[in-house]
């Protein structure tokens, strides 16, 4: 049974820092980008960053570029988002999803259909 549980989500004030953990079971993790979405209130789903499956290739919405971060640790199954500077627009659920890309290894998908498994969400909430 393939689960994504993420973590690492809280209250921040403006200009603060958070680091969400994405922990990975149940399907061959190095075979699938990793990425991340978030979901703020009364609004649809928007992709945030994405990661290939050997970390060589990334890319990110331009409103968390220079501020965010992802990573990933294939020994550990383990995504991350590192967030800094961070604003009040950046308040939402955040979600990890991965995306099976073991024959387009450098495919980077930004639209949430394609993705195959999708975490529970961690709420992030920045305060001003």
């Known amino acids: 049974q393939e689960q994504l549980i993420e973590s690492g989500g809280g209250l921040v004030q403006a200009g603060g820092s958070l680091r969400l953990s994405c922990a990975c079971s149940?399907?061959?993790?190095?075979?699938?980008?990793m990425g991340w979405f978030r979901q703020a209130p009364g609004k649809e789903r928007e992709f945030v960053a994405v990661?290939?499956?050997?970390?060589?290739?990334?890319r990110y919405i331009d409103a968390v570029k220079a501020r965010f971060a992802i990573s990933r640790d294939n020994a550990k199954n383990t995504a991350y988002l590192q967030m800094n500077n961070l604003k009040p627009e950046d308040t939402g659920v955040y979600y990890c999803?991965?995306?099976?890309?073991?024959?387009?290894?450098?495919?980077?998908?930004?639209?949430?259909?394609?993705?195959?498994?999708w975490g529970q969400g961690t709420q992030v909430t920045v305060s001003s």
């Open positions: 999803a991965a995306d099976w890309t073991y024959l387009r290894p450098n495919y980077l998908a930004e639209r949430a259909p394609e993705y195959d498994y």
């Open positions: 149940g399907f061959r993790f190095k075979n699938y980008a």
């Open positions: 990661l290939s499956g050997s970390g060589n290739s990334s």
